[in-house]
């Protein structure tokens, strides 16, 4: 069963879109990252007295001072980055200007890899293996969209300037704050700009990360910042499958050709035979068609016609068995239509095209890496929550990487939608990252 | 069951598309002219007499030979009408041209209607009521279609080309070479270029002439010209039912609100439910799914999902009766599916939009008006078949006025499609013109 805590941080985050207002602790829209069942919170994380030990040393506290003085900075960091589209696919020259941004807090290293991920190397004492920070670049709205920032009152709007940019900003924040403090890790930590983490990017800006790009071999650890309060910790790697399914059959007139077999009756078929499909709600397992289209004319029998359909779990195998039911009923719902109507001019054939495939994943919340980053919560008194979710992160844990999202520290609120935007509270925004910074340094070993 | 003659003539509009070369006796594809069931042709007209008589005239020598002096500028005509775009609801600089050009061929009472249809009248000597001679402006493509006609050999090129302009070149034609031969008629002849005849269009044109226009309790009979060969009439008019049928809903995310009703599972039950239906072949009963669309993306749960259908009969009961099983599906798959999954976040409910909606009509094979028309094919000892469309000519039909749909004349293929095009063979094109042409003068009274 659900903990109290972790079904409150669950209510709020899905409230969030609705009432921006409330979400201080965990302003991260459903539409954003995409939750999936919440884990209990584990007991009193081991690490505690470290995290305690670590928040209230002075280096820590002029960091947390930066983090302050800084804060107009960090904002207008966020607005010069939302104002630089950056659809799917078009992430380069926000890219540009992040490296940039980057480069000036001192990175060495400085990279960008085929897929177009930006990166720079903070270097650590030694002995701490290699950590990645990341935010993701691109957005979800297409290049024409109107990017300007518009302020009203203490809220900014802009489609993108939640997610992820607000992510972007929080790791120039916190680099300038550690810097300023003169705190070294164990860890080296390569900071990196992603491409790629949206919808249609599919992760490739990850996939180029772990499985081509030079560091690939050699990351030890993995934390990407989304739009989120310090409440929880994105754990768990909700797996998906999308498919655009187009039915394709030989066309023709509705009068003259009537009679002969249709696409869109085979689509129908095998749509209300996916709709049929029973999935378990522990591992939470869902399907969805999430677009139509096809057809030339009220008054032609398509060439073709398709669906495009998300299948998740946090569940390997629920995954897959999901996955296989949509699968098998494809062909035969091509056949049906085959045998309802005339072939003569043509059969009704299928196109099945693999859209997007993220891997199921967990880093196990009792793992020693989940844990230094519960004790953040703990020594403040504020257990965090474990969601299951579909980030960046899916990809290292997939591969058995310890690896998480954790909330950037604003308040966001509409995400992908044009009505996006985050609200601007100093005090109590300089808390929130004051706490992923603390969970960074907890991992990283700070010294 | 059908006649050699009337079989080989509907085979030869069902090969049009594919053989346009082959089609010189009926050249209008299945695609243009909806056809639908073809009668036997009636026994010998019993106006063959004053047929033969009127095409041995010195007079209609006379003006066959205008038809075939003329014939360049009527090719030039097709092509300057062609080349201004005329999509649905985007006639009027075509009208305008149009109205131009029969000005110039002597017409009075020249106007523009309402509706955008353009016209003038040739005034007869009286006693012979009021005739249509109609063509329409209207293409199927739109605005942004390259309509530039391209010239290859004894071909002509251009999206909209046969479809109709070749009528209007044909009215064209025809008026100046009866002009030139000094050819009188008992009927007033009101030549129309009107607009709306294809599908988004819904004969607004014929709608505005018989409902609304200032000629519209005046009209005793219709002919309108399509891109055709001489050797049908089409004296049906098959009556079509068009719906976009939106199933909506509250939407949501795919995971965050998996459970929650999808209109796309609604849509599926009702289009395979439509599927199933079963549809008398006499007369011929059609029904078609032309469109899909819906959705925001793969990870939404659609707020609004739609088909566009089709239903199509010669048949009034039987068209009533396929409509009516669709609209009875229509709200048993909206049920079935608020049933199936949570409605909690909000129902499916139902937007059905009436998109099309042409009568059913006929005019009579032995009608005096249908045999005065058949006289002509009987006098050249090529009997005509008689047809069932979906044209201009539903309207005056449903209202119980002698109407038709005759060939303008040209061989044309490719209807409806980008490579849309007309063959140029002068000595052809002249004998079917003058079938036409003859057809007219039977009709008006020609002294």
């Known amino acids: 069963m659900k903990t109290r805590i972790a079904s409150a941080a669950l209510a709020a985050l899905l409230c969030a879109v609705a009432a921006p207002a409330l979400a201080q602790e965990a302003a991260k ?61 078009g992430e380069a020259e926000k890219g540009k200007a992040y490296l940039a941004m980057l480069a000036k807090e001192g ?62 900003g929080s790791i120039l924040a916190i680099l300038r704050a550690i810097n300023a403090a003169g705190i070294q890790t164990k860890s080296d930590i390569l900071f990196v700009g992603d491409v790629g983490e949206e919808g249609p990017g599919d992760l490739r800006g990850m996939k180029e990360l772990f499985f081509k790009g030079k560091y690939k071999d050699k990351i030890d650890a993995f934390i990407s910042l989304e739009p989120s309060g310090p409440t929880v910790i994105v754990n768990g790697g909700v797996g998906s499958k999308r498919y655009k399914t187009t039915f394709k059959g030989p066309g023709g007139h ?26 378990p709600s522990d591992p939470r397992t869902v399907y969805n068609i999430g677009l139509l289209e096809g057809g030339t004319s ?61 891997p199921v994943g967990e880093t196990p919340a009792n793992s020693p890496f989940v844990q230094q980053l519960a004790a953040v919560g703990d020594a403040l008194g504020k257990p965090m929550g474990y969601v299951a979710g579909s980030t960046d992160a899916n990809i290292p844990m997939s591969l058995g990487k310890p690896a998480v999202t954790l909330g950037a520290g604003f308040v966001t609120f509409r995400g992908h939608s044009l009505e996006e935007g985050m609200e601007v509270n100093k005090a109590r925004d300089v808390e929130s990252i004051a706490v992923t910074m603390a969970q960074i340094l907890m991992v990283a070993g700070a010294k």
Do not use: C, W
């Open 29 to 89: 829209p459903a539409a954003q990252v995409d939750f999936g069942n919440v884990r209990p919170p584990q007991p009193t994380s081991p690490y505690t007295k470290q995290a305690k030990a670590l928040m209230t040393s002075k280096a820590f506290k002029a960091a947390k001072a930066t983090l302050a003085a800084g804060y107009e900075q960090t904002v207008e960091d966020i607005v010069t980055l939302t104002e630089i589209p950056a659809p799917p696919f």
């Open 107 to 168: 990175l060495t290293d400085l990279d960008t890899d085929a897929a177009g991920n930006v990166m720079g190397l903070r270097k650590g004492t030694g002995g701490g293996g290699l950590l990645v920070v990341a935010a993701h670049l691109d957005t979800v709205f297409p290049a024409s969209t109107d990017v300007k920032v518009r302020r009203d009152g203490d809220k900014l709007y802009a489609p993108g300037i939640g997610d992820d940019t607000v992510g972007l």
């Open 254 to 279: 509705s009068m003259g050709d009537f009679g002969t077999v249709n696409p869109a009756f085979a689509l129908a078929d095998a749509a209300r035979q996916f709709g049929e499909l029973k999935v």
């Open 298 to 358: 009220v008054n032609s029998i398509p060439f073709a016609v398709s669906m495009t359909v998300d299948m998740r779990s946090s569940g390997k195998a629920e995954l897959k068995a999901v996955e296989d039911a949509y699968l098998a009923i494809l062909p035969k719902a091509v056949e049906a239509e085959n045998a309802a109507r005339s072939t003569k001019r043509g059969v009704i054939s299928l196109d099945n095209k693999m859209v997007g495939d993220r």
